[in-house]
């Protein structure tokens, strides 16, 4: 099994983990020393001590929101999801938003966000006049049905 390096950056940090065996995702957890109160509509940068190494330069990591966190409080990445490129061995750093009207309390230690690992396919771009034509063409939004 390959290996994701992990460096802990600060002593209350927490291993990532995921919740099964079949998660897609590590859980992030904040690092604090006390609750932080996230007002409505105030966003923040929260760390987690953690920075990391990906197998090979074939590998994205991709920060995502919490599902819970979103459905039953409003809380959000800033950034939607985040990018952590190969190259990159800075700390774990998560931006989040509180998009609903009452405050939400961040506890030391709380899982904010989530951590995937996938394969970066290697492409460069190049100029062409025509591209292959398939089913669906150039139909946009809606294109494909109602469901």
């Known amino acids: ?14 291993l990532p983990q995921k919740a099964t065996g079949s998660s ?29 190494e990906m197998p090979d330069p074939n590998c994205v990591a ?10 039953k409080y409003g809380i959000s990445l800033t950034n939607s999801v985040g990018v952590i490129d190969y190259d990159y061995r800075g700390e774990l750093i998560v931006s989040m938003i509180n998009n609903s009207d009452v405050p939400f309390t961040i506890e030391p230690g709380d899982r904010i966000a ?12 190049e100029i062409c006049e025509e591209l ?3 089913e669906r063409g150039a139909g946009g939004f809606g294109s494909t049905g109602k469901n």
Do not use: W
């Not at 604090?32 to 953690?50: A, K, V």
């Not at 991709?62 to 459905?71: F, Q």
């Not at 989530?114 to 771009?125: G, K, S, T, Y």
């Open 62 to 71: 991709m920060i995502y929101s919490r599902s819970g966190m979103g459905a």
């Open 1 to 14: 099994m390959e290996k994701l390096l992990i460096k802990i950056l600060d002593e209350r940090a927490v």
């Open 114 to 125: 989530q951590l995937m690992i996938i394969r970066n396919v290697p492409l460069e771009a």
């Open 132 to 134: 292959s034509s398939t």
């Open 24 to 52: 897609a995702c590590f859980d992030l957890r904040v690092i604090l020393d006390e609750p932080y109160i996230l007002q409505p509509r105030e966003f923040h940068s929260f760390h987690t001590g953690l920075a990391i």
